[in-house]
């Protein structure tokens, strides 16, 4: 009799296309109703940092520092989590890094939008650390890595044919249009109903967080 082999459903596109969608959404939900900053794209905050810190505007300075700073301790956390938990029987890691995303995500829906902006954003901006850090297969919070190597492996399916590099690259370019997806229902939803908005993300992760309980089979 075959032995059926379990991988981790965090680890399924299916997941990784969700997760995409969240990233996506949160980054058009901060930059309409939460003052113009990413909730993921640290690139842009430090360069936007950059250019508020090189005119003398050091609240703008600090303003797009605090989320680079969580986005920094998002990481920390996530690994001493890893670290924790892993070993766990009970629930997967990556549950309770999602069990905590939906916590803080939750509690920003209920800030209202204004002075506590800054807060919002670095609360957003640790999510999104979390969630980049912990499901790693897809990136599910930018799009920039994930176009470079759905773009290198269609090359190598041009020179060699090989049919599973062609598969990774439809897979990754479909990863950002599920980021695309998450943008566009950001940006409708969070003219729709401002700071309220973030729930619908909740909603999403509460399904990855359901759908880590299930075992694929391979």
């Known amino acids: 009799m075959l032995k059926r082999e379990y991988t981790q459903m965090s680890e399924s596109y299916m997941v990784g296309a969700l997760l995409a969608v969240v990233g ?16 993921n794209a640290q690139t842009g905050n430090i360069v936007l940092m ?15 520092l605090l989320p680079i700073i969580a986005f920094i301790v998002g990481v920390v956390i996530s690994e001493a989590i890893k670290s924790r938990f892993r070993e766990n029987s ?4 990556r549950q ?45 919070t ?28 439809m897979q990754l370019y479909g990863i950002i249009l599920f980021f695309i997806l998450g943008v566009v229902l ?18 999403i992760l509460a399904a990855v967080f359901g759908t880590m309980f299930i075992k694929d089979v391979r």
């Open 90 to 93: 009970v629930i997967h890691w």
């Open 50 to 64: 950059g250019l508020n810190f090189s005119q003398g505007n050091f609240s703008g300075t600090l303003h797009y």
């Open 186 to 203: 950001g940006t409708l939803l969070t003219n729709i109903f401002m700071e309220k908005a973030v729930l619908f993300s909740c909603i």
């Open 24 to 39: 996506g959404y949160l980054d058009a939900y901060t930059y309409i109703s939460r003052g113009k900053v990413f909730a």
């Open 96 to 140: 309770i890094v999602v069990a905590i995303e939906v916590f803080v995500l939750t509690a920003v829906a209920f800030v209202p939008n204004g002075s506590m902006n800054p807060i919002v954003n670095a609360a957003v901006s640790f999510v999104c650390a979390l969630q980049f850090e912990c499901f790693r297969k897809y990136t599910t």
């Open 142 to 169: 930018m799009c920039t890595g994930n176009l470079r190597s759905a773009t290198e492996q269609l090359f190598i399916y041009k020179n060699t044919k090989n049919v599973q590099a062609l598969t990774n690259s």
